[in-house]
């Protein structure tokens, strides 16, 4: 996306141009603060302290703690398991044509604007030319009868509506 701006900005002196580029810095700027951020193991760490200590008073904030909360449990359910822990499994039959998991997951900085409307144009544009998809998937092989099988999806199972929860509150941000 870089390089076309970049090409556009080149053959064209719009006004446009100035403010995708403007849109463009910033979404930078603030991904490379939240990227520090959620990689950080000390905010992770620092998670349950400020759960237990944080009183929220809006509606706003009670959702945000509700949400914050919801999270908390599965990580403590859950704290060896990512967002991909059951989406390796599968093998296709060809790699041209897959949506990766990582491909589908991810956050964008603003739902606003120029740039969101080519990012979003792209990424459907390039997704429309999959056949397949990568999704979290169990894959159990029997080699003794009666086996116990105590894996299940129900990490993902509260993952997704919890992003989506996540989402939203992002979205209905005062």
């Known amino acids: 996306m870089e390089e076309w701006l970049i090409y556009d900005l080149e053959n064209e002196k719009a006004e446009e141009d100035n403010s995708i580029i403007s ?39 009670k959702d945000c703690f509700a949400v914050a909360e919801k999270a908390l449990g599965l990580l403590l359910e859950y704290p060896n398991y990512t967002i991909f822990h059951n989406t390796f499994n599968r093998e296709f039959e060809y790699d041209d044509g897959v949506i990766k998991a990582e491909q589908y997951i991810s956050f964008i900085a603003d739902s606003d ?23 979290p998937t169990l894959l159990q092989i029997y080699v003794a009868e009666n086996q116990s099988f105590n894996k299940g999806l129900d990490f993902e199972y509260r993952l997704f509506p919890l992003i989506n929860d996540l989402c939203t509150l992002l979205n209905n941000t005062p």
């Open 113 to 135: 604007g120029l740039l969101y409307e080519n990012i979003a144009r792209v990424v459907n544009d390039e997704l429309n030319e999959c056949s397949e998809m990568e999704e």
């Open 23 to 61: 849109e463009f810095n910033k979404a930078i700027y603030y991904g490379d603060i939240m990227f520090r951020k959620i990689y950080n193991p000390y905010h992770l760490n620092c998670f349950k302290q400020r759960i237990d200590s944080y009183r929220p008073s809006t509606s706003f904030q």
